[in-house]
């Protein structure tokens, strides 16, 4: 095997063993030029080298990982989750509720909340959602708020919902006024901030696997304090949560989990 092969295939453990993101099931001619061409951007001449300073400069890491990950956000991502929310969960969830209050963390450029309110408005009428959508990236956010999107974004997107909540302008479509009026856009870093109450849903999808083990543990406890008492927290599809009793949480169906007293 070449050097070069060697230092790829390392970093590549590496990384896996730190982040919990493993490389070599992304396509990999695709991953290492894009990769390399990061490294070669800040001036290391191995993976070996870059991996060090990964591992000491979080920016650094975040811009890593920015680059991994396809930082990108659709309507009803993972289509079947949604069904299950709408079918199964919601209407369990809402049982005596007059209203819903939902949290979209790490919302990126909303797609995720102008999704949920979608889903809440078939339950209750928009007045009676209140949804907060936060994320760290002020940039992602201001997007959010303008809710333009391309078809792309759209394309799980029910025929029928597509039509009750967008208008097309040119190539563009733009979300509903009234839909957008529900949500409220913050700014908030998962990792540091405080963290709101009292919700009954709270969605938190294709972040967690950016953060180590126990900064993950810090947050799933904190949503679990930020949930209602029979409140329910759903994550991404690579998301699952391992040993959710441990954080105060019982599985209601796979990537959803509910608060409970144990
Ligand atoms: C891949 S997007 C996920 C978007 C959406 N939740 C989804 O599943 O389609 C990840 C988002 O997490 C945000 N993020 C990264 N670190 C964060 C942090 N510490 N606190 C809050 N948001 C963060 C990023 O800015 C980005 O918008």
Request: with cysteine.
């Amino acid at each position: 095997m070449s050097n070069e092969v060697e230092d790829y295939q390392q970093f590549v453990k590496k990384i896996y063993s730190k982040t919990g993101i493993d490389l070599s099931l992304y396509k990999e001619v695709q991953m290492k030029r894009r990769l390399t061409s990061l490294r070669n951007k800040r001036e290391y001449a191995s993976f070996a080298l870059y991996y060090n300073a990964l591992i000491k400069d979080q920016e650094l890491l975040r811009e890593f990982l920015d680059k991994v990950t396809i930082n990108v956000s659709e309507f009803y991502r993972n289509g079947s989750r949604w069904k299950i929310l709408q079918e199964k969960i919601i209407p369990n969830l809402i049982a005596n509720k007059k209203k819903i209050k939902i949290w979209s963390a790490a919302c990126s450029t909303g797609e995720e909340p102008y999704t949920l309110a979608m889903v809440a408005n078939q339950f209750f009428d928009l007045n009676q959602i209140e949804i907060i959508a936060t994320d760290i990236d002020s940039n992602v956010l201001a997007r959010a708020k303008q809710g333009l999107y391309n078809e792309r974004a759209l394309q799980e997107v029910p025929a029928d919902i597509k039509k009750k909540y967008f208008t097309q302008e040119g190539t563009s479509f733009k979300v509903d006024e009234k839909l957008k009026e529900c949500i409220k856009f913050k700014k908030h870093n998962l990792l540091a901030d405080t963290y709101p109450k009292d919700f009954d849903l709270i969605v938190c999808r294709n972040v967690l696997i950016y953060f180590t083990e126990d900064a993950k543990s810090k947050i799933y406890h904190n949503f679990n304090q930020a949930l209602v008492s029979d409140g329910v927290f759903f994550v991404g599809s690579t998301e699952q949560i391992f040993n959710p009793e441990k954080y105060g949480f019982k599985v209601l169906d796979t990537f959803f989990y509910q608060k409970s007293n144990f």
